[in-house]
């Protein structure tokens, strides 16, 4: 994991695997290319790797930090009534 990966950590911390409930994972970043109009726009996305029995899930990275936000604003919303 790079350091201070904030998404790495928080997708790590939150992990339990849905095949056998294990809450040990490793997390993965993966660089991927997309070949856009005129432009290679490169897309991250989070493996998070269950380590008992290898099931797998992807992150896009920005939907996950739009998710993040948007629950962090709720949040803000609720506590300011």
């Known amino acids: 994991m790079a350091k201070q990966d904030v998404v790495a950590d928080n ?3 939150a992990f339990v695997c849905p095949k056998c409930r294990c809450k040990d994972a490793q997390v993965r970043r993966l660089f991927v290319n997309s070949a856009g109009f005129l432009n290679f726009m490169p897309v991250i996305f989070y493996s998070v790797t ?4 290898g099931y797998t899930e992807f992150y896009d990275e920005l939907a996950y930090k739009k998710q993040t936000e948007q629950a962090a604003e709720k949040i803000r919303a609720v506590q300011e009534i």
């Open 11 to 13: 997708l790590q911390k």
């Open 50 to 53: 269950c380590t008992l029995c």
